[in-house]
């Protein structure tokens, strides 16, 4: 086995990447399954950090595309409104597989972040938001899939706002819960609020708070 120099903190690496996808030589990409989701299966090589190249090897690409996901906050009421859906890849999960979520949707050819906020905020909610905050932009999980989210804050007046929404043309069944705000990220700690977005927008309105709540 050969022996691999110890890596010096650094800064560099916050100041630009070292690679490119120009370091990247695909060899071959083929879709493998097209259905609700695709996977293609890529063959491909890269440069190495100590130097020449990996030799040619083939991974499984869960292409996913982008979504945009929104935190709906009323700063005036201090409270979140969040999505209760079932969801197929929680179908183990130990309390339940209908998660306590965002709004969110994909992003189609042609829109931009902004549209995909404003419609799956009216489609899944029923309402506007008067002021969209970006979070961040991240990858979901990029060792197997394409998928890339960008993470909003939108502030809402939530009166009014709750019921069953969703597009039934699209199997969408959707429960709205309005809950205080340090109610649900304490849903963080119980492990009830367990998915990603949810997680990552509350630890971002917890670092922002005082910014925004009204009260």
């Given at each position: 086995?050969?022996?691999?120099s110890e890596?010096?903190?650094?800064s ?7 690679f ?6 695909v060899?071959?990409?083929?879709r493998?399954?097209n ?5 293609d299966?890529?063959t491909?090589k ?8 990996t ?6 690409l ?9 935190l709906?906050?009323?700063p005036d009421?201090?409270?979140?409104v969040?999505?209760?859906?079932f ?7 130990e ?10 949707g994909?992003?189609e050819p ?6 995909v906020?404003e419609?799956e ?13 970006p ?17 909003y804050?939108?502030?809402i ?11 039934e043309q699209?199997?969408?069944d959707?429960?709205l ?17 367990n998915?990603?977005?949810t ?9 922002h ?7």
């Open positions: 086995m050969t022996a691999r890596t010096p903190l650094s560099a690496v916050l100041r630009r990447a070292e490119s996808a120009s370091d990247v030589e060899v071959q990409q083929e493998s399954f259905g609700f989701f695709a996977i299966t890529v491909l890269h440069k190495r950090f100590e130097q020449g190249w030799e040619e090897f083939t991974r499984e869960f292409e996913r595309g982008e979504a945009v996901c929104v709906l906050y009323d009421r201090d409270c979140v969040l999505a209760e859906q969801r197929i890849g929680a179908l183990n999960d309390r339940s597989p209908w998660l306590l979520e965002l709004v969110a994909m992003v042609g829109e931009s972040y902004v549209e906020a419609r905020t009216q489609e899944e909610a029923g309402c506007d938001f008067y002021q969209l905050i979070i961040c932009n991240y990858w979901v999980s990029p060792g197997g899939t394409s998928e890339r989210v960008q993470l804050c939108g502030l007046d939530s009166a009014g706002v709750g019921g069953i929404h969703g597009l699209e199997n969408e959707i429960r819960h309005t809950l205080h705000f340090e109610q649900a990220y304490g849903a963080i700690e119980t492990g009830v609020i998915n990603a977005a997680i990552m927008a509350l630890q971002w309105l917890k670092i708070h005082g910014q925004y709540c009204k009260r």
